[in-house]
């Protein structure tokens, strides 16, 4: 069945579908039920889906229907996610395979530490789609300093998620700052700016 997205709440994640033949129902969406990227989700684009039933039931006594395999039209699915985590991960992580020649455990490292935070951004992100218990931003952030950089930076592009937060952002970004002084200094400057700043202090 074709239809449009006639609704759409992005912080809560779900949305009300309008059938291309009919303007008189409204099918509720989750967010769950999508099979395109988050970001292709928007106000008036045109949908493919199928219909459920849920366990809610309308006054007459009947089971709600409810969309589920929702598809952007000309959008793409899995393509446009690992788009942009080779963009936003890979680009950070190619900087940083110079580790491969000189310490190949500091580089597996911060691939562990990336996937660990990836993922720590991908459960907080569910859990406020659902009103639930939170992941601190203080522990998200201390999974980014430890190492997680690169996978916070292409989990916020996934997930859109923490992106309009500019206290966020500005911690988040002095944070990558340092990695880049740090990995800079080490892997091309033999730790000059290390040596300058243990005799400073």
């Known amino acids: 069945m074709k239809g449009i997205i006639c609704s759409w709440n992005e912080k809560k994640g779900f949305g009300f579908i309008k059938p291309e033949l009919s303007n008189i129902h409204q099918y509720f969406f989750h967010v769950s039920k999508v099979h395109s990227a988050r ?9 493919t889906f199928d219909i459920e039933k849920t366990n809610k039931m309308t006054k007459q006594g009947d089971p709600k229907l409810a969309a589920k395999n929702v598809v952007i039209i ?18 950070p992580m190619l900087l940083l395979s110079k580790w491969l020649w000189f310490a190949p455990l500091v580089f ?18 569910s859990k406020a789609l ?5 992941i601190p931003e203080s522990t998200l952030h ?3 300093l430890l190492g997680g950089w690169p996978g916070a930076m292409a989990a916020q592009r996934v997930f ?11 911690t988040f ?4 700052c340092v990695h ?22």
């Open 39 to 47: 970001q292709a989700i928007k106000l008036n684009a045109q949908v």
């Open 160 to 170: 859109r998620h923490k992106i309009r937060k500019t206290s966020y952002q500005i």
């Open 180 to 201: 880049l002084i740090v990995t800079i200094d080490a892997l091309w400057l033999n730790n000059t700016l290390l040596a300058r700043l243990s005799n400073i202090l």
């Open 108 to 125: 597996a490292y911060y691939c562990l530490i990336s996937l660990i935070t990836f993922f720590s951004y991908a459960l907080d992100k």
């Open 74 to 91: 000309g959008a793409s699915t899995a393509t446009a996610t690992l788009k942009l985590i080779a963009i936003y991960s890979g680009l």
């Open 142 to 144: 201390l999974l980014e």
């Open 173 to 176: 970004w002095l944070i990558v």
């Open 130 to 134: 659902q009103g639930q218990w939170r």
